[in-house]
C-alpha cells in the first residue's frame, strides 16, 4: 500500500483524519505553511527531528509513525 510507504502521503491522511488543513498545522506548530506544504507534497523528504516532533505531536503521533527515521 503506497500510504504505508510513503511519509507525505501519510502525513496527509493523518492531518484529514484530524480535520487539520496546512495553514492550521503550520500555525499549531510555529513551523511555515511552506514548510508544512512541502512535506505534504513530498518534496522534502525527511523534516529536522525538532520539526518531525513538533508536527507528529500536533497529530498526536510518534514521529516514526509518519517518518521510519525519525
Known sequence: MRVKSDPA???RVLMAE??????ELAE??????NT???LRSGRVKTPTIENAYLIAEVLGV???TIWPNR
Open 36 to 38: 508544512i506544504s512541502s
Open 9 to 11: 502521503a501519510r502525513l
Open 62 to 64: 510518534e514521529p516514526n
Open 28 to 33: 499549531l506548530t510555529g513551523l511555515s505553511v
Open 18 to 23: 484530524r480535520d487539520i488543513n496546512t495553514q
